[in-house]
């Protein structure tokens, strides 16, 4: 009997030890296993637009940094005389497409002293706590304007394994963004390409309420700060991914 004891005290010393070890080395192993099982898309990666041949007659117009060709029926719409096109408009005025430049003067107005609000309100850590998580799994992510970026960060940023090895803070991190990324795909289709001089995510809203007729195309010139959304808005989604497929940085 105590032959047996001893035996069974070694084994069980032998489990605790592996146990320790892992723990050591693993600590992120209980969180690796939870969000497997919990979530279909924790191991997704945003996957290349797939481009589409364009008509012709489609013809070329450039706003605020961003090219793309639209359909010979759409026209410019013009805040004020003699200013360039804000956006255009097809002839039924039914679709619609806009770009933003965010460049440093508008980053002044979103994160200066006088903001008119907290860009990190709604998220449940630090700016500084998310760039360490990134870095801690080796995601390249922006200098500036990481809340705006942080949906593609999450989509394309990390799976499951990533969080193995993480401890503290950076998996607290790990938990928070693994549900904002398996809401986003419930929410939001994407992908991401590149051209001369960028690359770029993009996303089809099919979900809150849309039907997939809303696009945005955000891009990331080369060595720049700086990054454009464009905004498409069109129902029919042949004309749509036509659209998407010229857009560029101009």
């Known amino acids: 009997m105590k032959k047996a004891i001893k035996i069974g005290g070694a084994v069980l010393g032998v489990l605790a030890a592996a146990a320790l070890v892992i723990f050591i080395f693993f600590p992120g192993l209980p969180t690796y296993i939870r969000v497997k099982h919990k979530y279909d898309n924790i191991n997704s990666r945003v996957a290349e637009f797939p481009r589409v041949d364009v008509p012709a007659d489609y013809k070329e117009y450039t706003v605020r940094g961003a090219a793309f060709r639209l359909p010979a029926d759409w026209k410019p719409k013009i805040v004020a005389e003699g200013l360039t096109p804000s956006s255009y408009r097809s002839a039924d005025n039914k679709s619609m497409i806009m770009a933003i430049k ?8 979103l994160y200066g002293e006088e903001a008119l609000y907290d860009p990190w309100e709604g998220y449940e850590h630090s700016e500084d706590d998310y760039r360490h998580f990134f870095s801690k799994v080796g995601a390249d992510y922006p200098e500036k304007w990481l809340n705006i970026l942080m949906i593609w960060l999450v989509r394309d940023g990390f799976t499951a394994k ?9 998996l607290k991190v790990f938990k928070e963004l693994s549900d904002i990324k398996e809401d986003s795909e419930e929410y939001e289709k994407s ?3 590149s051209g001369e001089g960028f690359r ?3 996303g089809q809203v099919t979900g809150l309420g ?3 007729g809303i696009w945005t195309y955000t891009i990331l010139p080369d060595g720049s700060e700086d990054i454009i959304v464009v905004t498409l808005k069109c129902a029919d989604e042949a004309t749509a991914r036509k659209i998407v497929s010229t857009i560029k940085l101009a």
Do not use: E, N
């Open 162 to 170: 990533d969080c193995l090895k993480l401890r503290g803070t950076d």
């Open 191 to 193: 992908w991401k390409t």
């Open 102 to 109: 965010y460049d440093q003067s508008y980053h002044d107005i």
């Open 210 to 212: 849309y039907d997939g």
């Open 200 to 202: 770029a995510y993009i």
